[in-house]
């Protein structure tokens, strides 16, 4: 039979309302008394407010659980979407840290606790934070968006592993009676013939407590107050608030009816993730070239091998170089350009501009916008499709070979409707992000499946 295994996972980050600070302890006490593990993505405001007031004993109960980052100050604006969407990736990258690592290290401070995760506030996703985090040492991201999709499973993106948009995720509604409906939806997960990886159950703290969101009474259509002056949501009786944690409860329990139901934290489940870096054999990756044909996308066996784009294009270059076929993950290029060709290329030429040609971002590579050859100035992607077609057709490297033109296929997992001001009520409503999905989709020279 299968495991279930369940990322149970609350945004802490109403630093407004008092009473969320009550249910985020009643939370932890329920959990706590069934045993079960959740992850944590805090906001630091919110936990330089919980020591403000006082609340050393939620700080005693999240001991149990795990920690991750859910930035600064979440919706005052500007945003990581509003103020990224028109830089570099590079610069945005930079931008990112300078604006959040202080108060990256301050929450875990304030814990006492190695943060192991990272999700956006609301829908402000950008591409430019991957590399930050990943210095920071944070491996994976956590969160619920539609930027990119993978069939609602995990994937790899920007160096850390993703759970985002995962097709299994139950909830009960609190605000309607639909503990039993909730219980069908898991059940239909749990025996279904779609296959899953991981079950993914998220709330906010202040769902419990309140019956509007904190920022959308605060920081709605892209504007802080005018006067700087916070209100506090619109909260419910303290008695509705122990009934919707108690419901929960009940859901909870009902998980665990099944005895394959394991809770797991952010940092469990990416250790359970199979995929392992390992030496290709020539013929393998010759195999892997012949069914390329001008695509440049990622590669998995579903057994333990998975492969970037940029990992496959640096396997290639090191192929025709006769060195060691370990892949290396570069970060996609700044931008797409088309290529120059004016003279003739070798297959060595090709693979010796992949291992030396490159840019880098906070100390990570990243492949160029071109390589320059001769007078010739080559896209990634097709010296990509170039290289794979020589090295499927047996080119050697001292001969000369055509370039072929390459498509960066792995970017149709991007989505193309750049409309988000309807997706979350804390942007402007004309906001568009053509720039944000552009950047994405470049990235997803990173982009591979997870196994599990």
């Not at 875990?108 to 990943?134: C, D, F, I, K, N």
């Not at 952010?266 to 044909?293: D, F, Y």
């Not at 970037?308 to 370990?326: C, D, F, N, P, W």
Request: aromatic share 10%; glycine share 6%.
């Amino acid at each position: 039979m299968k495991e279930n295994r369940i990322l149970l996972w609350f945004d802490v980050e109403d630093f407004i309302t008092p009473e969320s600070d009550e249910a985020l302890a009643q939370l932890l006490k329920m959990m706590n008394s069934l045993g079960v593990k959740s992850t944590l993505k805090l906001v630091t405001e919110k936990a330089r407010v919980l020591k403000q007031r006082g609340r050393e004993d939620i700080f005693r109960l999240m001991t149990r659980h795990e920690i991750g980052y859910h930035t600064d100050k979440h919706s005052v604006h500007p945003v990581a979407t509003e103020y990224l969407d028109s830089m570099g990736f590079a610069g945005g990258v930079s931008e990112f840290e300078s604006r959040e690592k202080n108060a990256f290290l301050e929450l875990q401070e304030l814990t006492g606790q190695r943060l192991t995760t990272y999700g956006q506030p609301g829908a402000s996703w950008a591409s430019q934070v991957y590399p930050a985090l990943r210095k920071w040492g944070v491996l994976t991201y956590l969160d619920w968006h539609d930027v990119i999709d993978m069939d609602g499973k995990a994937y790899w993106y920007g160096g850390l592993l993703n759970w985002i948009n995962l097709w299994a995720t139950p909830r009960v509604e609190l605000k309607c009676d639909d503990l039993e409906a909730a219980k069908r939806r898991f059940d239909q997960i749990v025996t279904g013939e779609r296959d899953y990886q991981l079950i993914s159950i998220y709330y906010h703290p202040c769902e419990f407590a309140c019956e509007e969101f904190w920022d959308a009474v605060n920081f709605s259509d892209g504007k802080n107050p005018a006067d700087g002056k916070l209100q506090s949501a619109r909260t419910c009786s303290a008695e509705t608030m122990r009934r919707r944690v108690e419901t929960l409860k009940a859901f909870l329990e009902y998980t665990l009816t099944y005895d394959n139901t394991t809770y797991l934290t952010a940092s469990e489940a990416l250790a359970l993730e199979k995929s392992r870096q390992r030496a290709l054999t020539g013929e393998k990756l010759r195999e892997i070239c012949a069914a390329v044909q001008g695509e440049v996308n990622y590669y998995s066996d579903q057994d333990e091998l998975t492969l970037s784009a940029s990992e496959l294009l640096i396997l290639m270059g090191k192929y025709v170089g006769s060195q060691h076929l370990t892949g290396d993950v570069y970060y996609g290029p700044e931008q797409d350009v088309f290529s120059e060709i004016h003279s003739a290329v070798t297959m060595f030429q090709l693979g010796k501009a992949v291992l030396e040609q490159h840019a880098t971002v906070l100390g990570y590579l990243q492949l160029p916008n071109v390589y320059q050859i001769g007078d010739n100035k080559i896209s990634p992607a097709d010296v990509f499709a170039t290289l794979a077609d020589g090295i499927a057709s047996g080119v050697q490297p001292g001969e000369q070979i055509s370039i072929k033109k390459g498509t960066l296929v792995c970017a149709n997992h991007v989505k193309k409707n750049a409309e988000w001001g309807r997706n979350w009520p804390i942007f402007a409503k004309d906001l568009h992000v053509e720039h944000t999905l552009e950047k994405a989709r470049l990235q997803t020279w990173t982009l591979k499946p997870a196994l599990y």
